[in-house]
């Protein structure tokens, strides 16, 4: 759990970060606090982000998944399409998140499904659903990301492939 390196990502996405001595599987990541919660990146494109995430560890005190956590899985994978939209060039910083939350969810996997609604050159906005194992949506989610140029200073927040 956790292992994020198995990301399937466009090749010409892989050349563009490599190219700049960036890892691309930590940059793309579900960063610590996904990777806390179980969250997995399983496809990876501008158009198309799937990841999951395990219910058990990420309940709410009746035993139901938390709202929160499907909000974490969902802007981990709409902020990854945003980054993945942008490119190399842009930072993709969320400004905007709303959840609707259809039906509970007590154990196995949710599978969340990121897809774009407007990408822009200054904001990329995503859908996400978020099922349980039966195809059920528990969670309806949009979030829309603020694209900014990569400014020196970044540097310093981006993982050196090494």
């Known amino acids: 759990m956790g292992e994020q390196h198995t990301a399937k990502f466009p090749q010409e996405v892989i050349d ?16 610590h606090l996904g990777t806390r919660m179980g969250v997995e990146i399983v496809e990876a494109s501008a158009d198309r982000v799937v990841g999951t995430m395990p219910v058990e560890g990420n309940t709410q005190p009746y035993g139901l998944l938390h709202g929160g956590a499907s909000a974490v899985l969902a802007e981990t994978l709409g902020s990854v399409g945003a980054m993945l939209h942008g490119g190399a060039a842009k930072l993709a910083v969320g400004v905007d998140l709303n959840c609707t939350h259809h039906r509970a969810a007590r154990s196995g996997l949710v599978t969340g499904v990121a897809t774009p609604v407007h990408r822009g050159r200054s904001t990329a906005t ?20 603020m694209l900014r140029d990569v400014r020196p200073d970044d540097a310093q927040h981006v993982p050196a492939a090494g």
């Open 16 to 31: 563009e970060y490599a190219a700049l001595g960036v890892d691309l599987a930590a940059l793309f990541s579900a960063g």
């Open 126 to 145: 995503y859908e996400i659903a978020i099922t349980d194992e039966n195809g059920k949506r528990v969670c309806t989610a949009r979030l829309t990301c």
